[in-house]
């Protein structure tokens, strides 16, 4: 597979990492440069395009109505999915969501709903029958590394942007009525994953990162400051005191990220 | 320099054995000047060696060991064996057939079939190809007759005993002829039934009460007991 | 449909189930109770009956999935149709195939790939009845059948979960508490090398309590290791104590 790395390259980044830098110049706390644009697709009710580095994921929005879980019958529906396109990476197989886009949606999907940043009773149509039903796609179209941060942050600016239709009940039916309203959103949640290299933190991995790390963490962090979601991922350990240390990290890089999107 | 365990102590994966100057010996690892046990069995320490002996281990070839394998496929110019190892052993066909080998017109189903038994040794092994096996010794080769079992390799040192005093002691009672595999996989063959599974129950008691002592007394008064037992029976 | 208690933990900080915040679940574990794998364990821990089988190292089929330089580990978390409340299909979930992942990125620290390439193991999990904690459960209990199928380990790798309930940060929670709670933090770990191996969290917490939680959960975990080591020990001792006893008539 073209994606292994050579044992030199490794080498040079363990290198670099324990001098405090990094293949593309950045210290072990930099983010990559990131844009976000919002919009793109107009069939979808909401959709954000990110490029965090040459990382490009595309998430779609699409608001439908539908019945309410039995549980729940005062809330709208959300669901997250992932698809690891073949053409974003040589490692990506065409199939069914393997075990890594399963899981890559799963934690989107924890940041968004614990941090409770859709307003789910607010997607209400009518009480226990007809509610909105939010379809969040996340769609990869190149992987250069940090999967869940880009996915997650393209997945709440398309949610930001998108519009939901007008309803009203007239004579105990349900009809459209003109004109969209914003999907009502409380929270925008962001997620910082943070690799371990050479037992040091390091945030952002970029693929090269990713194929030597030890093992990685991604946080949620919401408006307030609190964390929302956790994932340790990969077959890596970290000690309780390094993962005090990334919580304290993501909590900053969520702050500037929060600064910089106006969020 | 601490150790941190009392002679065969019985230890399990991840236990802090010992710190300071000691070497990491059987089932041990090391990290930081700290010894750690990686196995469950029972610490020893022999010089500066800490020594783990094993409880449950499966087994991984060496050049040279004598296993006893089940044939698992004919294939085009040899034979794959099961040795109860993680990896599959190859049978060539060339050690087998005491002359060149003809793709065409040798059956080599017809030398060894699927589901047969042999007694093999390791002629090599290393990390990058699977163990390859030879027959072409004495004492090797297919087996006909006799029961086969199972212990777990680890044991098979106590099975055989202090200069193999433990082995002879059961040969000599039973009258079987014992092929005990470095694999774990033991041939018994003896003259009837009732002598073979008396050394298999003794070879199964030892495997069970390994690292308990006493065991060579108990396992000559059941020997005793239980060839009494025949005597008895013959008489009736 | 029962009715949402009001409080999860009253005033005295006794739990619904009666436990303190800081209690245990009671827990049972039993190594080497399948004859046909490899490795075993059985744990019952709260309501939670888990069983686990590990079959290996052995060669891997297809092939293809095997690696040159390291052993695979495979691992597959799944639960009865008859283990919950309402029947699940048996079909893996997605959830299902999560913690399939995590849990063997939790396990995977503790095994020395290196030593058998070309090699793999699998790690069957099935939960035969689920009360909130399985995955914790199913780790502790996995662990303990790879150790008892004789692949060296580095450690055991013990797991327990901490979260908040109400406005009290507790240990283990059961279901209800998941379900009704404000955090769940699930945290695997390796007692002797200090060394995190799982860490999840849903929920919402401030930074302060999540370190309160995790580090509760890693108590946790510290209380249910020499459970665990004994477990082990256990079925090794048995011959000698079955032995004692002949001694002794």
Not at chain 1, 73 to 99: I, K, M
């Amino acid at each position: 597979m073209s994606t292994l790395l050579t044992r030199v390259r490794q080498k040079q980044i363990g290198q670099m990492i324990d001098a405090g830098k990094r293949l593309d110049g950045r210290t072990l706390t930099d983010y990559r440069e990131f844009t976000i644009e919002e919009g793109l697709i107009e069939r979808a009710e909401g959709s954000a395009r990110i490029r965090l580095g040459k990382t490009d994921v595309l998430v779609g929005v699409k608001i439908e109505t539908g019945e309410p879980f039995p549980d729940t019958p005062n809330d709208g529906v959300l669901t997250v999915n992932a698809e690891l396109v073949p053409l974003a990476s040589a490692s990506f197989e065409p199939g069914p969501p393997d075990e890594n886009s399963i899981e890559l949606a799963r934690i989107v999907d924890r940041g968004i709903r614990e941090s409770k940043a859709v307003s789910s009773d607010k997607l209400v149509i009518e009480s226990g029958k007809k509610v909105f039903v939010v379809f969040v796609d996340v769609y990869v179209l190149n992987h250069d590394g940090n999967l869940i941060d880009a996915s997650a942050l393209a997945a709440v600016a398309a949610l930001t942007n998108a519009k939901m239709p007008n309803y009203e009940i007239e004579d105990g039916e349900v009809k459209t009525k003109t004109g969209y309203s914003p999907l009502p959103m409380k929270s925008h949640p962001i997620t910082v994953t943070i690799a371990k290299i050479n037992d040091k933190l390091v945030v952002d991995p970029q693929i090269e990162e990713e194929q030597v790390l030890d093992a990685r963490i991604s946080m949620a962090v919401n408006d307030e400051g609190n964390i929302c979601a956790i994932q340790k991922g990969c077959a890596g350990s970290f000690t309780p005191q390094q993962i005090i240390e990334a919580s304290k990290i993501a909590q900053e890089k969520a702050a500037e990220i929060r600064k910089k999107l106006d969020w | 320099m601490p150790v941190f365990f009392e002679k065969k102590q019985l230890v399990t994966p991840g236990e802090l054995l010992a710190e300071g100057d000691y070497l990491p010996g059987e089932n041990t690892y090391n990290q930081e000047n700290k010894i750690f046990a990686s196995r469950i069995g029972l610490a020893d320490t022999e010089n500066k060696k800490v020594n783990v002996v094993a409880l449950r281990a499966f087994y991984l070839p060496k050049p040279g060991d004598i296993v006893i394998g089940t044939i698992v496929e004919v294939g085009f110019n040899g034979w794959t064996v099961d040795i109860k190892s993680p990896y599959t052993a190859l049978l060539r066909a060339s050690d087998v057939l005491s002359r060149p080998f003809k793709p065409q017109t040798d059956e080599l189903s017809q030398v060894l079939n699927a589901g047969e038994l042999i007694v093999a040794k390791v002629a090599s092994y290393d990390r990058a190809h699977d163990p390859q096996l030879t027959v072409s010794e004495p004492g090797l080769g297919k087996i006909t007759r006799g029961q086969i079992m199972r212990v777990t390799p680890t044991k098979i040192p106590r099975v055989i005993g202090k200069k193999g005093s433990m082995i002879s002691m059961i040969k000599q009672v039973t009258g079987c002829q014992i092929i005990l595999g470095v694999n774990g996989v033991v041939l018994v063959t003896g003259k009837n039934l009732e002598d073979e599974e008396l050394a298999m129950t003794a070879i199964q008691k030892i495997e069970a009460e390994s690292h308990t002592s006493g065991l060579t007394d108990r396992i000559t008064q059941l020997l005793k007991d239980e060839k009494a037992k025949q005597e008895e029976k013959k008489i009736e | 449909m029962s009715e949402k208690p009001e409080k999860l933990i009253d005033k005295k900080g006794i739990r619904l189930d009666g436990r303190k915040a800081d209690e245990l679940r009671p827990l049972k574990i039993e190594v080497g109770v399948l004859p046909n794998a490899d490795g075993s364990a059985y744990i019952e821990h709260g309501k939670n009956k888990i069983l686990v089988g590990v079959f290996g190292p052995r060669e891997m089929h297809p092939k293809h999935l095997s690696q040159s330089d390291r052993m695979v580990i495979r691992c597959r978390y799944h639960m009865a149709p008859f283990s919950v409340q309402e029947r699940k299909s048996p079909a893996p979930s997605r959830r299902e195939v999560e913690l399939s992942k995590v849990i063997r990125e939790s396990l995977e620290p503790s095994v020395f790939v290196d030593l058998y390439p070309r090699s793999g193991i699998d790690v069957f999990i099935e939960v035969l009845q689920a009360d909130g904690g399985t995955r914790c459960a199913s780790i502790t209990a996995a662990s303990l059948a790879i150790a008892d199928a004789g692949i060296p380990l580095r450690d055991l790798v013990v797991a327990c979960a901490a979260g908040k309930i109400d406005d009290t940060v507790v240990l283990d929670l059961y279901d209800a508490e998941d379900k009704l709670g404000v955090a769940d933090v699930p945290v695997a770990y390796m007692p002797n090398l200090n060394a995190v191996t799982l860490l999840q969290m849903d929920g919402v917490l401030t930074p302060k309590e999540f370190e309160n939680a995790m580090n509760m959960a890693i108590d946790g975990c510290k209380k249910i290791y020499p459970i665990q080591k004994e477990a082990l020990r256990a079925k090794y001792m048995a011959a000698r104590e079955e032995l004692k006893e002949e001694v002794e008539e």
